[in-house]
């Protein structure tokens, strides 16, 4: 009979809990003749991840977010940097409090930064999780010296049971003269699915061959995010910033994607986060609260915001005023997390282009051009504002999400979709005074600056018609006609959506 992964792991967690003795046999007793063995206290001193996706800052978390974080004396990055991997440099991930009752210059704060791995099971393993840990032993007199060398078992064992999983396994640590212990150690139990499992507590424990475990102080705590896969680059709009993983973005896609496993499953968990437009978004941010102030138009500030609401209400009433392109990166930076291949697109009517500029089209048997507005639904349900009451647009922000072989469109600022994509080499519009046809109903290719039109089933569902300016008579040049949409899957006429990639992470 074969077992999931997390039941195997279960079975180790308890078998490793209940084993109460390091391995090997213990040392026969000191004679009389023989000077007894010194005893010694053991202390835990630092603990560095290997092999880990760093996790990268602008604002640290504060006491009781769900994130559990200790940045200890680090100073936040610059608001108008862009985001940094902390712990810096060769730091540790976690180090102790440090109290000195006599020179309190040498005090420093406990040390606690979160980590992100790649979950047990996915098709691309990186190298195992690792930890680098440093301990001290000091006599328990303070007049014994300490053994020119000694060694001793060690392991971390987890106060919360079975189903957390992880744990660290039986390993021997050479301690020297000066009373210092370094060693590598396994991180077991990495879960098969999404995580995030805040504050997981390890009590550190030492021991001779074959004699009882005892703990050590003090225990260390930790964050972990568990993701799908290696995390692709996500998008904000800072200039020389690569879209590493961000805590924010983090917590987003691990929460709402927790407990699945796959890249099909992973973009259904957290698109149903969007689906039905939430009111409030589990985000924080609302889709154009206000147009004074104009909504923040980047999931970078709109988190910078949200950090600092946080801070003054405690209860969460409130919400980020934030625009389509804000919502399309929310939903970019969730799904990057976990290896997922996606574009920023963003549409608007087909103007301005070398071809379509002032270019008519017939509606009724007159003449017209297209307007800089195109019209949303009025009141049409949207993301944390279930009242909204913006109606135009001269462009908007959506998601290309690559699926196995295909690509979709999503629409993230009313949770519509997906609509699906055709792959192809390039997009061509017509000629200057040919036909008013569209070669081809709608390309897309992964790459910035490609253009395609947006499916028609895509505009049916969100663009009610286009402001377009009446010209076949001078006389009426400045009056705005409202031309229901024509985009046609098969033959689309103008007036239509021309969308066009922005940014990507494909590969």
Same mark, same amino acid.
């Given at each position: 009979?074969?077992?999931?992964?997390?039941?195997?792991?279960?079975?180790?967690?308890?078998?490793?809990?209940?084993?109460?003795?390091?391995?090997?046999?213990?040392?026969?007793?000191?004679?009389?003749?023989?000077?007894?063995?010194? &005893?010694?206290?053991?202390?835990?001193?630092?603990?560095?991840?290997?092999?880990?996706? *760093?996790? &990268?800052?602008?604002?640290?978390?504060?006491?009781?977010?769900?994130?559990?974080?200790?940045?200890?004396?680090?100073?936040?990055?610059?608001?108008?940097? +862009?985001?940094?991997?902390?712990?810096?440099?060769?730091?540790?991930?976690?180090?102790?409090?440090?109290?000195?009752?006599?020179?309190?210059?040498?005090?420093?704060?406990?040390?606690?930064?979160?980590?992100?791995?790649?979950?047990?099971?996915?098709?691309?393993? +990186?190298?195992?999780?690792?930890?680098?840990?440093?301990?001290?032993?000091?006599?328990?007199?303070?007049?014994?010296?300490?053994?020119?060398?000694?060694?001793?078992?060690?392991?971390?064992?987890?106060?919360?049971?079975?189903?957390?999983?992880?744990?660290?396994?039986?390993?021997?640590?050479?301690?020297?003269?000066?009373?210092?212990?370094?060693?590598?150690?396994?991180?077991?139990?990495? +879960?098969?699915?999404?995580?995030?499992?805040?504050?997981?507590?390890?009590?550190?424990?030492?021991?001779?061959?074959?004699?009882?475990?005892?703990?050590?102080? +003090?225990?260390?705590?930790?964050?972990?995010?568990?993701?799908?896969?290696?995390?692709?680059?996500?998008?904000?709009?800072?200039?020389?910033?690569?879209?590493?993983?961000?805590?924010?973005?983090?917590?987003?896609?691990?929460?709402?994607?927790?407990?699945?496993?796959?890249?099909?499953?992973?973009?259904?968990?957290?698109?149903?986060?969007?689906?039905?437009?939430?009111?409030?978004?589990?985000?924080?941010?609302?889709?154009?609260?206000?147009?004074?102030?104009?909504?923040?138009?980047?999931?970078? *500030?709109?988190?910078?915001?949200?950090?600092?609401?946080?801070?003054?209400?405690?209860?969460?009433?409130?919400?980020?005023?934030?625009?389509?392109?804000?919502?399309?990166?929310?939903?970019?930076?969730?799904?990057?997390?976990?290896?997922?291949?996606?574009?920023?697109?963003?549409?608007?009517?087909?103007?301005?282009?070398?071809?379509?500029?002032?270019?008519?089209?017939?509606?009724?048997?007159?003449?017209?051009?297209?307007?800089?507005?195109?019209?949303?639904?009025?009141?049409?349900?949207?993301?944390?504002?279930?009242?909204?009451?913006?109606?135009?647009?001269?462009?908007?922000?959506?998601?290309?999400?690559? &699926?196995?072989?295909?690509?979709?469109?999503?629409?993230?600022?009313?949770?519509?979709?997906?609509?699906?994509?055709?792959?192809?080499?390039?997009?061509? &519009?017509?000629?200057?005074?040919?036909?008013?046809?569209?070669?081809?109903?709608?390309?897309?290719?992964?790459?910035?600056?490609?253009?395609?039109?947006?499916?028609?089933?895509?505009?049916?569902?969100?663009?009610?018609?286009?402001?377009?300016?009446?010209?076949?008579?001078?006389?009426?040049?400045?009056?705005?006609?409202?031309?229901?949409?024509?985009?046609?899957?098969?033959?689309?006429?103008?007036?239509?959506?021309?969308?066009?990639?922005?940014?990507?992470?494909?590969?």
């Amino acid at each position: 009979m074969e077992y999931t992964d997390s039941v195997v792991q279960d079975a180790q967690f308890i078998q490793q809990q209940h084993s109460r003795t390091a391995p090997g046999n213990a040392s026969p007793p000191v004679r009389s003749c023989e000077a007894p063995a010194v &005893e010694l206290v053991f202390s835990l001193e630092s603990i560095t991840f290997q092999n880990h996706i *760093r996790v &990268e800052h602008f604002a640290f978390p504060e006491p009781g977010d769900p994130v559990y974080c200790l940045p200890g004396s680090a100073s936040e990055p610059d608001r108008n940097l +862009p985001p940094y991997a902390f712990p810096d440099g060769s730091d540790p991930h976690w180090k102790p409090a440090v109290i000195n009752p006599y020179l309190k210059s040498l005090n420093r704060p406990p040390v606690s930064w979160p980590v992100a791995y790649v979950r047990t099971g996915a098709v691309t393993q +990186p190298p195992p999780p690792t930890l680098s840990v440093t301990f001290k032993a000091s006599p328990k007199k303070s007049l014994e010296k300490l053994p020119s060398s000694s060694r001793r078992w060690v392991r971390a064992v987890v106060a919360q049971g079975p189903g957390t999983c992880l744990w660290v396994p039986d390993t021997e640590v050479e301690f020297n003269a000066s009373g210092e212990g370094k060693a590598v150690f396994p991180l077991e139990g990495i +879960p098969s699915t999404v995580a995030m499992l805040s504050g997981v507590e390890f009590t550190w424990e030492v021991a001779e061959s074959g004699c009882e475990y005892a703990a050590m102080e +003090p225990r260390s705590k930790h964050t972990f995010f568990i993701v799908d896969a290696l995390p692709t680059a996500g998008r904000y709009n800072i200039k020389a910033y690569n879209g590493g993983p961000l805590l924010d973005a983090l917590y987003f896609a691990c929460t709402w994607a927790e407990g699945k496993a796959g890249s099909a499953e992973v973009l259904a968990a957290i698109w149903s986060k969007f689906v039905g437009t939430p009111d409030p978004h589990p985000s924080d941010m609302g889709y154009w609260l206000t147009v004074d102030p104009l909504p923040e138009d980047d999931f970078f *500030r709109c988190m910078r915001l949200r950090r600092a609401e946080l801070k003054k209400a405690q209860s969460g009433a409130f919400k980020v005023n934030s625009s389509c392109s804000a919502f399309a990166q929310l939903f970019i930076n969730c799904i990057a997390m976990h290896g997922i291949e996606c574009a920023e697109v963003k549409v608007s009517p087909a103007i301005g282009t070398e071809t379509s500029t002032h270019a008519p089209f017939e509606h009724a048997n007159e003449k017209y051009v297209l307007g800089s507005t195109f019209l949303v639904p009025p009141h049409a349900p949207a993301q944390g504002n279930n009242q909204l009451v913006r109606t135009d647009s001269p462009h908007h922000w959506m998601v290309c999400v690559k &699926e196995g072989a295909v690509w979709r469109l999503y629409e993230t600022s009313f949770g519509l979709g997906p609509f699906a994509l055709k792959q192809a080499p390039h997009f061509v &519009e017509p000629l200057e005074g040919a036909e008013n046809l569209a070669p081809h109903a709608q390309r897309f290719e992964p790459r910035k600056g490609h253009k395609f039109i947006a499916p028609a089933e895509y505009e049916h569902a969100t663009v009610r018609g286009y402001m377009c300016r009446y010209f076949y008579k001078k006389d009426q040049e400045d009056v705005l006609t409202e031309i229901p949409s024509g985009n046609d899957a098969l033959l689309p006429k103008r007036p239509y959506l021309l969308a066009e990639v922005l940014w990507t992470n494909a590969v």
